[in-house]
C-alpha cells in the first residue's frame, strides 16, 4: 500500500487477554516504531527496529510488551495480561532510515480498550 | 535525553485571526525539530521541520515557525488560520547524529471557529 497500515483499528479486549497488533510499513522502509498516545498525551516511544533488528525498546514499559518483525517488514506488538492501563491508540511509523533527519509516516493507529 | 514542552492544550482562533501555537524544548545535544498535524481521524502528518540552515521554515499550507537556539523554542504560526487549519498540532524533536526516535511534546488542539 500507499502509507503505513495498522491493523485491527479498534480493538476492545478483557483484562488479562493477550493481545497483537500489526504493523505493515511502506514498502523499502528499513525502520519502523512503534508508539503509544494515551488520552490527552503526545506519542510515547516504545521501540524501533532497523531491519530485523530492536534497536532501541527503551521505551517498553515492562515485560508484558514484546515487539517482532521477523522478516524486516511486517511488525506486531504483542502485550500479554492486558491491564485497563494499557488502554491507549498504539502508533507505528516507518521510515526509509534510521536517522533523526528521515520523515517518519506514521498510520492512523489501533485503539485498543482493556473492559 | 529530550523533553518536549507545548505550552497551550487548547487554541480556540476565529477563522481569519493569526495564531501562534508555543513549543518549547529541552536537550542537552542539538538537536532536529519538527511540527506533526493529527487531523480528526486520521494519522500523524509532517508539517514542517527544521533540519540546518535557515531558521525560518515554512509548510506548504502557509504555516511558519522559527527556531530560536537562545530560547529553546520552535513556535508555529500562521497569520490568518482556516476553518481546515482544526486540528491537533504535535511539536518533535530527534538528537542530532543520533538514530534516536522522536520525542513529542503533549499536543495543543487547535479549534477555528467560523
Known amino acids: 500500500g500507499a502509507g503505513v497500515s495498522q491493523t485491527p483499528s479498534n480493538k476492545v479486549t478483557e483484562k488479562g487477554k493477550y493481545v497483537e497488533l500489526r504493523c505493515d510499513p511502506i514498502?523499502?522502509?528499513?525502520?519502523l516504531y512503534w508508539y503509544r498516545q494515551s488520552l490527552g498525551q503526545g506519542p510515547e516511544f516504545l521501540i524501533y527496529?532497523?531491519?530485523?533488528?530492536?534497536?532501541?525498546d527503551s521505551g517498553l514499559p515492562n515485560d508484558r510488551f514484546f515487539a517482532v518483525r521477523p522478516e524486516g517488514s511486517v511488525s506486531t506488538l504483542k502485550i500479554q495480561r492486558t491491564e485497563r492501563g494499557d488502554s491507549a491508540v498504539y502508533l507505528c511509523?516507518?521510515?526509509?532510515?534510521?536517522?533523526?533527519?528521515?520523515?517518519?509516516?506514521f498510520g492512523q493507529g489501533t485503539r485498543l480498550t482493556v473492559v | 535525553a529530550q523533553s518536549v514542552t507545548q505550552l497551550d492544550s487548547q487554541v480556540p482562533v476565529f477563522e481569519e485571526a493569526p495564531v501562534e501555537l508555543r513549543c518549547n524544548y529541552s536537550s542537552s545535544v542539538s538537536v532536529y525539530l519538527f511540527w506533526y498535524v493529527q487531523y480528526p481521524n486520521q494519522g500523524l502528518q509532517l508539517l514542517l521541520k527544521y533540519l540546518s540552515g535557515s531558521t525560518l521554515v515554512e509548510s506548504i499550507n502557509g504555516f511558519e515557525a522559527e527556531f530560536n537556539k537562545s530560547q529553546t523554542s520552535f513556535h508555529l504560526r500562521k497569520p490568518s488560520v482556516h476553518i481546515s487549519d482544526t486540528a491537533e498540532y504535535f511539536c518533535a524533536v530527534s538528537e542530532i547524529g543520533g538514530n534516536t526516535p522522536l520525542v513529542f511534546g503533549k499536543g495543543t488542539r487547535l479549534s477555528v471557529i467560523a
Open positions: 514498502s523499502g522502509h528499513t525502520a
Open positions: 527496529f532497523q531491519g530485523t533488528g530492536a534497536a532501541d
Open positions: 511509523a516507518s521510515s526509509l532510515t534510521a536517522g533523526g533527519n528521515t520523515e517518519a509516516f
